[in-house]
């Protein structure tokens, strides 16, 4: 019997890696500057979390989750977003006591059972950010220039920021009613999905990509002319706010997203470089959802990125190294392999990155090995060496040698190889 992996989940190879400790490295930097804290919840979580938050009628919760019964007969579900599990968190641990606005984010595998393609997985992962306790404006505003940055911080300049509102429970059955009465004699010409949809949440029609519903949707009433005014003055306040940030956007009054939490403000990242997967980061305002799943009254404002579609768009732009070896030593013998063993362990301690050959091979193949590894240095260490008391390390770019003592030997080669970050 032959294993691979499960279709839609994928390993993330060491040539890879160092995209995503990269992306890790800036996203954490920038989150420490934003004032974020770090949350981890579990992968596993009580089915109906979702389908009560995320909503029994999305894609999500009606075809896409991993779920499973326990032997008590309980369902569990993975967790295909982390919203809902944060906010279940937030609520359980009492968080809200705490302080008035949090600011929290984790970095982890979601899962969604979607037809794999490009950019899109069955395990993805994503970097999820939220802020709990404030109404907005400014946090929606200060969650996009968080998201701009991070773009901009790992080179990303090309995306394009779709940004919408979706009203409040006070102006959107307004919405809702007025849809309807546009679809009322288009709804035989609509997909099976949208037609149910339609009934239940008119609203998802916007977001159906069967060509035929999009025509429909194209002449849609548009939500911006049905908003209450407290939603307008959020709306219009949100629009000065990036544009005082110099952040440029692109109104679309299609942009519901696929989650049924949202109130007022949506908005996505989108790119033209992945095909249909066009949303490198999708989030919004979701005023409701920790009442809805027990909590008291929390208005919250989050994103989350797909870590697997950034790297795929880090990828056109350039490669993106791993650490090479600042020195690598070539040992001949066993005496110089066990005083190399030796130095290497008390470079690392300095905080050099240290690599030497663990075999017995001749010079010509160690500095063949040193070469393939990208080692911007190597010492060479042999019996005459060891007899001499002198060593040779060469440069590997210039082909320069220079002769060391092997007396202090460690501190000349803290001085010659500089210490990783
Ligand atoms: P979402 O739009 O479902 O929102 O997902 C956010 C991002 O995750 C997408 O823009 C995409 O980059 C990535 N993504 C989603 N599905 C897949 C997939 N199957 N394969 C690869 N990448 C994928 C949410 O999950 C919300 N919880 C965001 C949020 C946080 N809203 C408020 N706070």
């Not at 090309?158 to 409040?168: A, F, K, M, R």
């Not at 059955?173 to 239940?200: A, G, I, Q």
């Not at 790119?271 to 305002?285: D, I, S, W």
């Not at 301690?349 to 010079?363: A, F, N, P, T």
Request: with cysteine; glycine share 8%; charged share 30%.
């Amino acid at each position: 019997m032959e294993f691979t992996a499960i279709k839609g989940f994928k390993d993330i190879l060491p040539e890879e890696i160092t995209y995503w400790q990269f992306l890790e490295k800036k996203a954490r930097s920038i989150l420490r500057r934003f004032c974020f804290s770090e949350i981890r919840t579990p992968l596993l979580e009580k089915t109906e979390l979702f389908s009560r938050g995320i909503g029994q009628d999305t894609d999500i919760v009606s075809k896409e989750m991993y779920s499973l019964n326990d032997s008590k007969g309980r369902s569990l579900s993975l967790r295909p977003e982390a919203t809902a599990a944060v906010v279940r968190a937030y609520i359980q641990n009492r968080l809200f006591e705490k302080k008035p606005v949090q600011k929290l984010f984790s970095i982890g595998p979601m899962f969604r059972h979607e037809r794999p393609q490009k950019g899109r997985f069955r395990q993805f992962h994503q970097i999820n950010v939220e802020i709990f306790g404030d109404p907005g404006p400014t946090s929606d505003a200060d969650v996009i220039i968080l998201a701009r940055e991070l773009f901009h911080a790992i080179g990303l300049k090309d995306l394009t920021l779709h940004l919408n509102t979706l009203g409040c429970p006070e102006c959107r059955p307004r919405f809702k009613t007025l849809l309807n009465r546009y679809l009322d004699d288009k709804r035989e010409d609509l997909c099976t999905d949208c037609k149910r949809r339609s009934e239940t949440n008119p609203l998802r029609v916007f977001d159906c990509k069967v060509p035929g519903c999009r025509g429909i949707m194209e002449h849609a009433p548009s939500i911006v002319d049905s908003l209450c005014p407290a939603c307008v003055v959020h709306f219009e306040a949100l629009k000065e706010y990036l544009t005082l940030a110099e952040v440029s956007f692109t109104p679309d009054h299609r942009l519901v997203r696929g989650l049924d939490y949202y109130t007022r403000t949506t908005f996505e990242f989108q790119t033209e470089q992945l095909g249909a997967q066009n949303a490198v980061l999708g989030g919004g305002r979701y005023d409701g959802l920790m009442k809805l799943l027990g909590g008291p009254h929390c208005p919250a404002i989050g994103f989350a990125t797909g870590m697997e579609r950034i790297i795929a768009l880090l990828k056109t732009v350039g490669p993106c190294r791993e650490h090479p070896p600042e020195l690598f030593v070539a040992a001949l013998g066993e005496p110089a392999q066990k005083r190399s063993f030796t130095l290497i362990q008390q470079l690392r301690e300095m905080g050099r990155v240290v690599e030497m050959d663990y075999g017995s091979r001749g010079l010509k193949a160690q500095l063949k090995y040193a070469d393939r590894l990208g080692a911007k240095k190597v010492l060479m260490i042999g019996e005459n060496e060891l007899e001499s008391g002198k060593v040779i390390l060469r440069d590997m770019s210039s082909g320069m040698q220079e002769e060391m003592p092997l007396d202090d030997l460690v501190e000349k080669l803290g001085e010659a190889v500089p210490a990783h970050e």
